[in-house]
């Protein structure tokens, strides 16, 4: 509390409010995806996320670094995991349908 009230917050979820609109989190297969979309690549973006979904994250940088030139792979060199980790070691997510897929293709049997 006493670091959200340095920094000018009125409240800690207010600090977390700010601290989430800036971080900008995202998955490793979106943040190449806001790459190539910036550089108005939007056939490149769309067939990336049409690749790339439902796949693990050591997938996505497989499939990254063997099909992208360019801004996609800038994306994968710039974007960080730990970004979303909170103090006390917590991975945030944004839940939902897509993540619940993700995992069951994950764990489904070869």
Do not use: F
């Amino acid at each position: 509390m006493a670091d959200a009230m340095a920094s000018g917050h009125q409240s800690p979820s207010e600090a977390q409010a700010d601290w989430l609109a800036s971080a900008k989190l995202c998955t490793l297969s979106e943040a190449v995806a806001h790459e190539l979309l910036a550089h108005n690549m939007v056939a490149e973006a769309s067939h990336w996320e049409a690749d790339s979904a439902l796949k693990s994250h050591d997938e996505v940088k497989a499939l990254a670094r063997s099909t992208l030139k360019g801004p996609g792979l800038e994306a994968l060199e710039t974007w960080c995991s730990e970004k979303a980790r909170t103090k006390e070691g917590w991975y945030r997510t944004a839940p939902g349908v897509e993540v619940r897929a993700r995992l069951i293709a994950q764990l489904r049997p070869c």
